[in-house]
T-cell receptor, first 115, second 116 residues
Framework: GENVEQHPSTLSVQEGDSAVIKCTYSDSASNYFPWYKQELGKRPQLIIDIRSNVGEKKDQRIAVTLNKTAKHFSLHITETQPEDSAVYFCAASKGYGGATNKLIFGTGTLLAVQP | GAVVSQHPSRVICKSGTSVKIECRSLDFQATTMFWYRQFPKKSLMLMATSNEGSKATYEQGVEKDKFLINHASLTLSTLTVTSAHPEDSSFYIC????????????FGEGSRLTVL
């Protein structure tokens, strides 16, 4: 089955700096790659996603890149703010037009933005 | 749209008792829902896929007799933790999708179970 690895496990940056989180996946049939932000005790919130037919997607300060050949994708947050501090999870599924939306999560990255 | 609601948000029970957690899709029909478990400071581990009108599909290592899943309608799936033990204490989260066209899943608020 699918296996998703995520690095780093913790990341501390200064306010205004950029943050990059990387993930790799094992199943070449995966075609949907979302990123979630989770605050303590809360549900995961989708912040951006990318499908396998696209190499890059951007939404204001957040961008995601996908390299299908290498089977890895990355989250980029620019101009970080203290409210960006949270745990970020990458995930992968075959849910884009596929038979299942079963989502497999990475191990998570605790991002701390220092004021 | 696409709101998923989970109940209860917190539950405390004694060892040996059973606890039921409900997951509802409020404004859409979900033929498939997913149940996840999350330990403190850990990732979300997929437990099972809940299919409306049929048996759930459990992930490897998840005891189906321990974690009973019922998906009796297109808007409701339930997870029952049977004969709960302290090691079952965890954060349980359900999710549902509008279908497989987009891939996006919507998550419930989560249920924190504490077994004494």
């Amino acid at each position: 089955g699918e296996n998703v690895e995520q690095h780093p496990s913790t990341l501390s940056v200064q306010e205004g700096d950029s943050a990059v989180i990387k993930c790799t996946y094992s199943d070449s049939a995966s075609n949907y790659f979302p990123w979630y932000k989770q605050e303590l005790g809360k549900r995961p919130q989708l912040i951006i996603d990318i499908r396998s037919n696209v190499g890059e997607k951007k939404d204001q300060r957040i961008a995601v890149t996908l390299n299908k050949t290498a089977k890895h994708f990355s989250l980029h947050i620019t101009e970080t703010q203290p409210e960006d501090s949270a745990v970020y999870f990458c995930a992968a599924s075959k849910g884009y037009g596929g038979a299942t939306n079963k989502l497999i999560f990475g191990t998570g990255t605790l991002l701390a933005v220092q004021p | 749209g696409a709101v998923v609601s989970q109940h209860p948000s917190r539950v405390i029970c004694k060892s040996g008792t059973s606890v039921k957690i409900e997951c509802r899709s409020l404004d859409f029909q979900a033929t498939t829902m997913f149940w996840y478990r999350q330990f403190p400071k850990k990732s979300l581990m997929l437990m099972a896929t809940s299919n409306e009108g049929s048996k759930a599909t459990y992930e490897q290592g998840v005891e189906k007799d321990k974690f009973l899943i019922n998906h009796a309608s297109l808007t409701l799936s339930t997870l029952t933790v049977t004969s709960a033990h302290p090691e079952d204490s965890s954060f349980y989260i359900c999710s549902a999708s509008l279908g497989t066209t987009t891939g996006e899943l919507f998550f419930g608020e989560g249920s924190r179970l504490t077994v004494l």
